[in-house]
Antibody
Framework: EVQLLDSGGGLVQPGGSLRLSCAAS????????MSWVRQAPGKGLEWVSA????????YYAESVKGRFTISRDNSKNMVYLQMHSLRGDDTAVYYC??????????WGQGTLVTVSS | QSVLTQPPSVSGAPGQRVTISCTGL?????????VHWYLQLEGTAPKLLIY???NRPSGVPNRFSGSRSGTSASLAITGLQAEDEADYYC???????????FGGGTKLTVL
């Protein structure tokens, strides 16, 4: 059974940094593109970033480009999202998901990031 | 503002059929990407409902069906049940934006 477990969310001040983690199990991790998708309170879904199975290729939404960095450790079946220069509009539940252009088959439970002073 | 457009809400009585539209898909004939649909119950993570325009993952009832025509797609739900009350999102890929795009979501109310 595929499982994605998101963690690392919390309260951070504007301009601060935070690193999210996603632990994956139940599938051949290094063959899957992995993504982060977020959802602001009461709003819709927004794709944030994706990383290829090897980790060589990364993709970002314009709204986070230059501030967020996605990475993965295939030896640990983990994917990460390092977030810098956080702003109020980054406040959201962040979901780890497997997939990218072809859709997202499985989702983590989400981790809440709140950017506030 | 979402790249893909969905109606904010739809409703129907138990047993009825409802459809949810998704417009604004890429018209670039050299790079047409599939549409996928997700269901999100209150307070939970989204769940894949339809992939590749028309395909249902294992476990999704055949009451749910997807279709696509050009730059529009639709999700149809027949035999509406109370448990179908949720938010529904369409999703595709836009090569001009080099990114995944979602619709704004549609709240389905079962009357």
């Amino acid at each position: 059974e595929v499982q994605l477990l998101d963690s690392g969310g919390g309260l951070v001040q504007p301009g601060g940094s935070l690193r999210l983690s996603c632990a994956a199990s139940g599938f051949t991790f290094d063959t899957y593109v992995m993504s982060w998708v977020r959802q602001a309170p009461g709003k819709g879904l927004e794709w944030v970033s994706a990383i290829s199975g090897s980790g060589v290729k990364t993709y970002y939404a314009e709204s986070v480009k230059g501030r967020f960095t996605i990475s993965r450790d295939n030896s640990k079946n983990m994917v990460y999202l390092q977030m810098h220069s956080l702003r109020g509009d980054d406040t959201a539940v962040y979901y780890c998901a497997d997939g990218f252009r072809a859709g997202f088959d499985n989702w983590g439970q989400g981790t809440l990031v709140t950017v506030s002073s | 503002q979402s790249v893909l457009t969905q109606p904010p809400s739809v409703s129907g009585a138990p047993g009825q059929r409802v459809t949810i539209s998704c417009t604004g898909l890429s018209s670039n004939t050299e790079s047409i990407y599939d549409v996928h649909w997700y269901l999100q119950l209150e307070g939970t993570a989204p769940k894949l409902l339809i992939y590749g325009n028309t395909n249902r993952p294992s476990g999704v009832p055949n009451r749910f069906s997807g279709s696509r025509s050009g730059t529009s797609a639709s999700l149809a739900i027949t035999g509406l049940q109370a448990e179908d009350e949720a938010d529904y999102y369409c999703q595709s890929y836009d090569s001009s934006l080099s990114g995944v795009v979602f619709g704004g979501g549609t709240k389905l109310t079962v009357l």
